[in-house]
């Protein structure tokens, strides 16, 4: 593993926020996208400076209606990605807890499908999880498909090396825009 430089985050962490901006900005529908821990810690959001920077870039084409309904931003549960994650990982336990119940093995996904919206939940790597809030109108069935791919992808990258650059690097944020 490449370790992070005082440049800015490692190979590996770039390469996941790559994955994580491709999945937002390639799949119609995709409101917010969480990476939690397996202990509901948020590592990774499609709201963390690093993917904002790259979609501020792209700010000047139209933002579909679904996408940008409260102030022009992606709508996530009340806007924050902290919110996600903490819904992502409640829903992850919940799941964890009804298959041990039953007896049914591990949990792979869960889809919730309300009136306004969907939310995605499924399995990276040893407990850390993927949500992704969907809108009402989005194809489950693509979201799920890419999210599979997103997981495919990121979970032999998603280390605990990195899980710990991931939240070290998030923690400094938080702190350094609370100032």
């Known amino acids: 593993m ?88 409640g829903i992850g336990s919940l799941t964890v807890g009804a298959s041990r119940l039953m007896d049914f093995g591990p949990v792979k996904h869960t889809m919730v499908a309300m009136d306004e919206g969907s939310l995605f939940v499924m399995s990276i790597s040893d407990g850390s999880l993927l949500g992704v809030h969907g809108s009402a109108d989005c194809d489950m069935s693509v979201v799920a498909y890419h999210m599979a791919l997103f997981v495919g992808r990121a979970g032999h990258v998603l280390t605990p090396e990195l899980r710990s650059e991931l939240r070290k690097n998030l923690e400094t944020e938080t702190s350094g825009s609370r100032r």
Do not use: C, M, Y
Request: no cysteine; net charge neutral.
């Open 2 to 89: 490449t370790a992070p430089s005082t440049f800015g985050p490692s190979s590996e962490a770039r390469n996941l926020h790559w994955l994580l901006t491709n999945l937002v900005e390639e799949v119609p529908g995709i409101l917010s996208v969480a990476v939690v821990s397996s202990d509901g810690l948020l590592l990774l959001s499609s709201d963390d400076p690093l993917h904002q920077a790259r979609s501020t870039a792209r700010e000047d084409t139209p933002v579909p209606a679904a996408r940008g309904r409260r102030s022009g931003k992606r709508p996530g549960p009340r806007g924050s990605a902290a919110d996600l994650a903490t819904v992502v990982s």
